[in-house]
């Protein structure tokens, strides 16, 4: 079964500071990967996604994120954050069931960007 | 823009009293998601749509039923709510094509009080 584990529930980090969220998966078959980040009261909105190909993956607002096999993981980063990044941050895998694909979310992690 | 719309944004009902939350897309996608997000939790999926195909979750309880009159529009129907059905509501669509995944692209959400 696939799974998704985001082992921070919060993390604050100042202005300007470079943020590693984690994220973990459990799968025994091709993975798909995703970042959403919520703001309050809103939607979810796609930060990037790993398909295949490149491991090393950029998305918007200036997030990246790696793919890594052999650790399981799919860490989102970004090398300076803003006030404006403050937001819930949820991981997902896609998996394939009753006809269409599926996300499990991980629990989110809560972005606390100080001044 | 395409986009996915939800309509109210904010819904308050009362105890025992029918409740029904809209969707509508412009994307053309041929998969519709509902989700239930709770505060601080991730969000879970109740049900989606395969065009006309109606997948209900195992765990969804039986209060919440859909309706996809056409590819556009979803209704989520709570037949009875409960005090633990207050949370935001999600909706999201997906464009599922042979053998390729696509990401979905969610809404703004309700978030739906019970009195």
């Known amino acids: 079964a696939q799974s998704v584990t985001q082992l921070d529930s919060q993390v604050p980090v100042f202005e300007e500071a470079p943020v590693e969220l984690r994220c973990n998966y459990s799968s025994s078959v091709s993975v798909y990967l995703f970042w959403y980040v919520q703001y309050p009261n809103q939607g979810l909105q796609l930060l990037l996604k790993y398909l295949s190909g490149s491991t090393l993956v950029k998305g918007i607002n200036g997030f990246e994120a790696e793919f890594n096999k052999s650790q399981t993981s799919f860490h989102l980063r970004k090398p300076s954050v803003h006030i404006s990044d403050t937001a819930e941050y949820f991981c997902?895998?896609?998996?394939?069931?009753?006809?269409?694909?599926?996300?499990?979310f991980g629990t989110g992690t809560r972005l606390k960007v100080l001044a | 823009d395409a986009m996915v719309i939800q309509n109210p944004r904010y819904q308050v009902t009362q105890f025992g009293k029918p409740v029904t939350l809209s969707c509508s897309q412009t994307l053309n996608h041929n998969v519709m998601y509902w989700y239930q997000q709770k505060s601080s939790q991730a969000p879970k999926l109740l049900f989606h749509?395969?065009?006309?195909?109606?997948?209900n979750e195992a765990d969804t309880p039986d209060n919440f039923q859909s309706r996809r009159p056409n590819t556009s529009f979803c209704f989520l129907d709570i037949r009875s709510p409960g005090l633990g059905d207050a949370a935001m509501y999600l909706c999201?669509?997906?464009?599922?094509?042979?053998?390729?995944?696509?990401?979905?692209?969610f809404g703004p959400g309700t978030r739906l009080t019970v009195l």
């Open positions: 749509y395969y065009d006309k195909d109606f997948n």
């Open positions: 997902a895998v896609s998996r394939f069931s009753s006809g269409t694909y599926k996300y499990i």
């Open positions: 999201a669509t997906s464009a599922l094509t042979s053998g390729r995944i696509n990401e979905q692209f």
